[in-house]
């Protein structure tokens, strides 16, 4: 089971843009990342999803190099409502057996 | 019902016990998941479900069942617990197309304490 990584936390402060990395091994052309949020006591929340190249949405960009080996998820201009705990998923096509979590990275946004 | 919902919210067990934890959404998705998320370790995969009639193993199935009789429902069941299953644990829905897996709709969780 290929595994996803991620900083287990990052401090940042309000108004700055966060980039959050997550390295997935032997992912392959068609599969897809995931990124979701999690606030405390609630479940995860989706962001923004992409399988290549670049992808921009209301609340985020995700980053996704040739090689497809690593992601970025990009947060222009945090506030101290995006503190939260982000993940990374990797789904691999065609079977819900092998969607991996990453272990999540607890961004802190401060004043 | 808006979404997706768990129950209980949050339960005691004694070890040996039997539980189901229940799991219903109304947004007609084909395809449901049960996680555990456990400190430190992220959410990881027990069951899911394709379609109605459908199951299978995710990354830590080991003493937990799951049947999906209609496209609503998808209960977890413990058969008998065990103090390593004190988790919070997490039904999502979503749609799967058959070659991908769409944006998952997570329910708020059951918090399950085995003593």
């Known amino acids: 089971l290929a595994k996803t990584t991620q900083p287990i936390s990052m401090d940042s402060y309000e108004g700055q843009e966060v980039n959050i990395t997550c390295s997935h091994n032997?992912?392959?052309?068609?599969?897809?990342i995931t990124w979701y949020q999690q606030f405390p006591s609630q479940g995860p929340r989706f962001i923004i999803q992409g399988y290549k190249t670049k992808v921009t949405n209301e609340v985020a960009s995700l980053f996704i190099p040739a090689d497809r080996k690593s992601s970025t998820l990009s947060l222009p201009r945090v506030s101290l409502s995006d503190t939260a705990v982000y993940y990374c998923l990797v789904s691999y096509t065609g079977t819900a057996s092998k969607l991996t979590f990453g272990t999540g990275t607890r961004l802190q946004v401060m004043l | 019902i808006a979404g997706i919902t768990q129950a209980p919210t949050s339960q005691i067990l004694a070890a040996g016990r039997r539980m189901t934890l229940r799991c219903t959404q109304d947004m007609r998705h084909n395809a449901m998941y049960w996680y555990r998320q456990d400190l430190g370790l992220g959410l990881r995969l027990i069951h899911y479900s394709n379609t109605a009639g459908t199951t299978g193993k995710g990354e830590v199935p080991d003493g937990y069942s799951v049947s999906r009789a209609n496209t609503d429902d998808f209960p977890l069941t413990l058969a008998s617990a065990v103090p390593s299953q004190t988790s919070v644990y997490f039904c999502?829905?979503?749609?799967?197309?058959?070659?991908?897996?769409?944006?998952?709709?997570f329910g708020p969780g059951t918090r399950l304490t085995v003593l």
């Open positions: 999502a829905s979503s749609d799967w197309s058959g070659r991908s897996y769409n944006e998952q709709f």
């Open positions: 032997n992912i392959a052309t068609n599969d897809y």
